[in-house]
C-alpha cells in the first residue's frame, strides 16, 4: 500500500536528510501471513520537492529497500484452543455450579417463607341449610 507524505520545508541550508520509518506488529504478520514463516517486503521511496529555487538538486530522490520479516517463535499461533481445555472448563464450570447450589441449599436459601399465625383469631363462615331460614 503506498502513503504520500507531504510536508513543508521552510528553510534549510545545503542538506536535508529525510528518513522514514515502519512497523510490522507480530499481530499483524499472525493475521495477514499465517501459513508462512517470513515474508521479504520491498520498500520503495521517492522524494518530489516543489519550490521556486531554481538550483535545487536532489540526489537518490527514490530508493528501493528488501526487508526480510521473520515469525518470533516464541509468539502463540493462533491455532485455535485444543478440545480438552474447552471440555475441562465446561466441566469445572458445571462443578462450581453445582457447589454453589448446594452450599446454598445447605444454608436454608432454598427454603420457602412461612408466615407465623396472625394474632387476631379469624371467624369462618357457617353455611346455614335453607330450611332453617
Not at 538550483?55 to 528488501?66: E, F, G, M, Y
Not at 502463540?76 to 484452543?81: P, R, T
Not at 432454598?110 to 332453617?132: D, L, M, S, T
Amino acid at each position: 500500500r503506498c502513503l504520500a507524505f507531504r510536508c513543508p520545508l521552510y528553510s534549510f541550508e545545503r542538506a536535508a536528510v529525510l528518513t522514514a520509518r515502519g512497523r510490522l506488529w507480530n499481530s499483524t504478520f499472525l493475521e495477514e501471513y499465517l501459513a508462512v514463516t517470513s515474508v521479504e517486503l520491498i520498500v520503495r521511496a521517492s522524494v518530489s520537492v516543489t519550490s521556486s529555487i531554481k538550483n535545487l538538486v536532489l540526489k537518490d530522490a527514490s530508493t528501493q529497500i528488501p526487508i526480510s520479516i521473520y515469525l518470533d517463535p516464541g509468539a502463540a499461533v493462533a491455532g485455535g484452543v485444543p478440545w480438552w481445555v474447552i471440555l475441562l472448563a465446561v466441566l469445572a464450570g458445571i462443578l462450581v455450579l453445582a457447589l454453589l447450589v448446594f452450599i446454598l441449599w445447605k444454608l436454608g436459601f432454598f427454603r420457602r417463607a412461612r408466615y407465623a399465625p396472625p394474632a387476631v383469631p379469624q371467624y369462618h363462615a357457617v353455611k346455614i341449610p335453607r330450611e332453617e331460614r
